[in-house]
Each structure stands twice: as structure tokens, then as C-alpha cells.
């Protein structure tokens, strides 16, 4: 595989990133570093730099500082149960809640049908265990606009209408050459983002969208049509922040349902957390003695990721991690263990409040 292709954005393939700084040259993205210091109240995956690329987050900053109105939307495709990947996406949305943002949460249900094939129903069902995860995190639904993309009207009239401007050579060159329903379903992404910006949510305001980086050429799509549409409806383009990606527990470049060892479910059985945490890809070295001499090397272990990315809340504890590996102050089997334990904490802790919000999930999403 070449570097040209390696670097290519898909967010319905597999996208491997090796060098993320390219992706500002290629793509036009924006080094996130430069503004960390102008955000009110970072997050942990601003201050760590998992979050390293954005889109016009300036205009963001400035509604942030001034407590002006801004809405921030993100979402779920109901494929399944919440993993490391939705729960960053979640954590991202609750941060920007937080912090003053009008919130929509969509469940793409849409997209999971031309995706991943899922009927309409079976999404309906895995969406109420979603949507009662992503309130157990901490989304406060009485602050939030929480719907399903096939039943907004509002998102399929805006589809509709962003169709007319949209020719197949552009829709082409955005996302290769995809089956139709792929490009209908980037259309009605296309309206999710721009619905916090629909005159009964108010009209326009600066919008966060905050993603992984496969994401982009959906920000890119929309913002587009944003432009085309500005005569129109008034729209202000949408920014988005950009996340890396988790790499595979197995020391894949991604996390992948495709293969069941690289991830694990909030709701797996714990078992099988510590099962594929113990059998993790490290950055250990082959003996207890030279690990003790040598350290290891946290910059490509799995186990110092899912801590850094997820577990470990405290940057100090995150740091102190990170040198005792290095110093070979900790070896790998004590290290997964503590690891095991807190993870096995945090989902059990999850799966309590889940059941307490499962009911409120079916009302939002009125589900029987
Ligand atoms: S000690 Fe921990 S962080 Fe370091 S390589 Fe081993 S598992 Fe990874």
C-alpha cells in the first residue's frame, strides 16, 4: 500500500493513519495545539492531544468565551453496543453540553441501514441501549434534541433540497465510488449537521462537530453545501474538531468489529474484557529483566492508549504512567491488571445507570 492511499479519510472503510500532521497539508485541516491555550475549559482529549485537527473551531472558542449561543451535534450508528470509539463521541458531545452548547444527539439509523444493512427495527432496538448509555455518561436529555435520522423530517427536507447542488463527479471525488444509498446517506448527514442551524432550532449559530478523523469528508461535504446554500438559509459553516484513532487492543490501526480481539463493548461480559486486555499488544519487552533494564515503550502499547485515552482521568497519573514504563518501574503484567480493574469498575458502574435510563431511552425515541 502507498502513502497516497494511506491517507485517505473513509467513514465507511477502514482508515489508517500513520502520520497525522499530513493530514493538515493534505486535507487543509487545522493543527488543534495553537488554540489549547484560548479554550475556557479543555477537555482531557484537548489537553493530551488525541484531539489534534479541527475546522474553524475559532468561531466556537469565541461563543465559548462570550457565552454566546452555539449547538454542538454528534451521534451514534446503532450498529451494535457502545464501544471506546462512541464513548469518546459521547464524552465529546457531554464536554460540549457542558459547556453551554444547544445539543442534538442523532441515532444513524439511515446510515446504519445503507452501511451495514441493519433494518429499521433491529436499530430501533439497539438504539434504546445507546441512547440509555449515552444518558448514564451524563447527557442531560432535558438540555438536548435526541431523534432518529428516519424520523426527522427536517433532515430529509434539507437532503433533499442540498441534492439539487450536488453533481456525481463532486459526490465522487469526495467519498470514491460508493452504491447510491452511500451517497443518499452522506446527503442526510449533510442535514444532521446543518439541523441545529434549521429556523425551529433558532436559524443559524456556529455548530461543533466534534469527530474522528475518517469523519471528514462528511465535515468537507457539508461545508460545501453550507456555502451553496448560504443565499438560503442564512447557514454559518460548521466547524468540527478531530480526533485520532484508537489503535486495535492486537496492535491493529483500528479498533474493528471485523475483528472481535482489536475491542470490547461497555457490555461485554467482564471476563472477556480481561480476557483481550491481558492478551493486549504492548510496548513490554520479551523478558521481566530487560523490561526492568530497558523500560518500555508506551508510544505503541494498547494498554497505555485505552488508559490514556479513556481511564485515566488525572493527566499526572497519565504522566506518571508514562514514566514508569519508560523507566521500567512497571511491567506489563502489573500494569494490565490495574488496567483490567479499573476498566471492569467503570463498566459495571456504566451498566447500573444504564438500566436506570433505559425507559427514559424508549420514551425519547418512542419505542414500545
Ligand atoms: S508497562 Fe504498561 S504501558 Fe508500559 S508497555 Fe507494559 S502494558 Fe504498556
Known sequence: ???????????????????YSRLYKDFGIKPFKQLLSKIPNPNMFMRRGIIFGHRDFEKIVEAMKNKEEFA????????????????????????????G?????????????????????????????NIADVLALGLDPKKA??????????????????????????????YGERNIGLYFSALIQAGDILLPQHEDFGGPKPTIIPVGVDQDPHLRFTRDLAQKFKRKFGFILPSSTYHKLIKGLDGSPKMSKRNPMSYFTLHEPPASIA??????????RPTVKEQRELGGIPEVCSVYAINMFHFIEDDKEVAKLYSDCKSGNIICGECKQKTIDIVLKFVKNLEEKRKKYI???REILQVE
Not at 454542538?72 to 459547556?99: C, D, W
Not at 432518529?148 to 469526495?174: C, D, G, H, W
Not at 480476557?275 to 513490554?284: D, M, R, V, Y
Open 1 to 19: 500500500m502507498g502513502k497516497e492511499e494511506k491517507a485517505r479519510l473513509d467513514p465507511w472503510g477502514i482508515t489508517e493513519i500513520e502520520d
Open 72 to 99: 454542538v451535534l454528534s451521534g451514534i450508528k446503532p450498529t451494535g453496543e457502545f464501544h471506546l470509539g462512541t464513548l469518546m463521541t459521547a464524552r465529546e458531545i457531554i464536554y460540549f453540553q457542558n459547556q
Open 101 to 129: 452548547a444547544k445539543t442534538f444527539y442523532c441515532v444513524a439509523d439511515i446510515e446504519a441501514y445503507e452501511d451495514n444493512n441493519i433494518p429499521f427495527e433491529k436499530s430501533e432496538k439497539i438504539a434504546v441501549g
Open 145 to 174: 434534541y435526541i431523534y432518529m435520522q428516519s424520523k426527522e423530517m427536517r433532515v430529509r427536507n434539507f437532503a433533499m433540497i442540498f441534492a439539487r447542488k450536488v453533481t456525481l463527479a463532486t459526490i465522487k471525488a469526495i
Open 275 to 284: 480476557k483481550k486486555i491481558s492478551n493486549a499488544f504492548t510496548g513490554g
Open 359 to 361: 425507559d427514559k431511552a
